[in-house]
């Protein structure tokens, strides 16, 4: 194997990725929003969870995860081990403030909330 040559494990790492990056925005996302799908007081629930928050963790997430990993692989030319770190950092900032968000869009179900 020449010097010129990259391993082939380059295209796992941005896959695994953005596979990581699926499951940590599903997770947050069913967990953040569950109090408004369950529905409040006579059973008021907040539908655009689904339709705008939904596609927003579900699809953002992963790019967020992809970005990092190109900018720490391509640009940066990190090792992949490294650029793993700053994935799993990437995404633990996006799910925190994901959380945070989605904390404040459900405030008003959970039992908690000031009147």
């Known amino acids: 194997m020449g010097q010129d040559q990259k391993p082939v494990t380059r295209g796992w790492g941005g896959a695994l990725a953005v596979a ?9 996302w069913g967990i953040g929003a569950a109090p408004g ?20 963790t579900l699809f953002g997430m992963p790019a967020l ?4 990993w190109a900018l720490a692989v391509g640009v940066l030319r990190v ?16 799910a925190w ?10 405030t008003s ?5 000031p009147l």
């Open 79 to 94: 090792r992949e081990g490294m650029a793993v770190l700053v994935v799993v950092g990437a995404l633990a900032l996006g």
């Open 97 to 106: 403030g994901c959380a945070e968000w989605l904390d404040l869009r459900t």
């Open 65 to 68: 995860a992809l970005g990092a």
């Open 109 to 113: 179900f959970t039992s908690d909330a």
């Open 20 to 28: 990581g990056g699926f499951l940590v925005g599903f997770l947050v």
């Open 37 to 56: 799908l369950r529905g409040a007081f006579e059973g008021e629930r907040d539908l655009s969870l689904l339709y705008a928050e939904l596609p927003l």
